[in-house]
């Protein structure tokens, strides 16, 4: 019979840390999802995975059972995936004049005519990836949340552990934070 | 923001207007509809459990280092401090009895009564 949640955890508290691998089996995939929208490499990713299961371990007497298993789990992930994005910002000041030729092209159309630059491109998927590697950790988390993941800032404060007006104030100024990096790469790339 | 076209010679420069705000959206959407891949790799729980079975060992390991080490210090302090008070206590005057002496009688006052009943 298979066990539940709540039994498995029961048990990895006992000292039963193979109890734990139907956990990590069972909530893997959406911890290597999330990964995988702050970093690139895919050994990075399984890094900050591997990272959030030994401390969901070390920390899982802290988790009294009120919520979900899942939503204390994915707090961790995002905290981690935070905590990668501050130990790792590198090429945040690099210019766009390396931009490779789809991307160029891409972005020439959207000039000329932007109802023909593509949202599903992949040079779009790219250039996106560029701008949010630019953006500051907190910039780059408040947009992931809000505005690709389409949380509320409800979601995002719980998740972050950030207060809601904090995160209101962090998603304004992300924002401009990312116009401004828009605005560097057109001068970059016309002028 | 208006930009010009890099490379163009002065009388070809072309002025285009670029829609900041609609490219943010764009950009935004692309990265939308790019949802990241849910793959695991091969085995990665296996290699998360053998992990922290691996950091469950030494930790108990470590509780008892810890404890022997602490119960060394102690025994070192105690043996220090007992030195220093042999050391540093006055040396006995030749009219006070000696602390051993004392000792010595005391534990055996019953066996030299014991020796001086008739």
């Known amino acids: 019979m298979e066990r539940t949640e709540a039994e498995l955890i029961a048990a990895v508290l ?19 999802a999330t990964a ?29 059972g009120e919520a979900p298993f899942e939503h204390w789990l994915m707090r961790m992930t995002v905290r981690t995936c935070y905590d990668f994005l501050r130990g790792h910002q590198r090429n945040r000041e690099s210019s766009f004049s390396d931009l490779s030729g789809p991307e160029s092209e891409w972005l020439e159309r959207f000039v000329t005519a932007p109802e023909t630059a593509g949202e599903n491109a992949e040079a779009a998927r790219l250039l996106v990836g560029r701008v949010l590697e630019r ?12 505005e690709i993941e389409d949380r509320s800032v409800k979601e995002i404060s719980k998740l972050t552990g ?18 401004k990096i828009l605005a560097k790469m057109a001068k970059d790339k016309y002028l | ?18 829609n900041l705000a609609e490219l943010q959206r764009k950009l935004i959407a692309a ?20 992990l922290l079975a691996s950091r ?7 509780l008892w280092v810890r404890g022997l080490w602490r119960a060394a210090v102690s025994c070192v302090a105690v043996a220090l401090l007992c030195g220093a008070w042999a050391v540093f206590t006055p040396a006995v005057t030749p009219g006070s009895t000696d602390l051993s002496q004392d000792f010595e009688n005391t534990l055996l006052a019953s066996v030299n009564q014991g020796d001086q009943a008739p």
């Open chain 1, 14 to 32: 006992k000292g039963d840390s193979a109890s734990f691998e139907p956990l990590v089996q069972k909530y893997s995939p959406r911890v290597f």
């Open chain 1, 36 to 64: 995988r929208r702050y970093a690139r490499r895919e050994s990075e990713v399984e890094d900050i995975a591997q990272e959030v299961w030994l401390k969901a371990f070390e920390k899982l007497n802290g988790f009294r």
């Open chain 1, 135 to 146: 953006l500051s950790p907190q910039a780059r988390l408040v947009i992931t949340l809000l």
């Open chain 1, 162 to 179: 950030w207060s809601v007006p904090l995160v209101k104030v962090r998603a304004f100024r992300a924002r401009a934070e990312m116009r």
């Open chain 2, 1 to 18: 923001m208006i930009v010009t076209r890099s490379g163009g010679a002065a009388s070809k420069k072309i002025r285009v207007r670029m």
């Open chain 2, 31 to 50: 990265a939308r509809a790019n949802m990241p891949g849910d793959r695991v790799p091969y085995a990665f729980e296996k290699r998360v459990t053998a």
């Open chain 2, 56 to 62: 469950v060992a030494p930790k108990n390991l470590d």
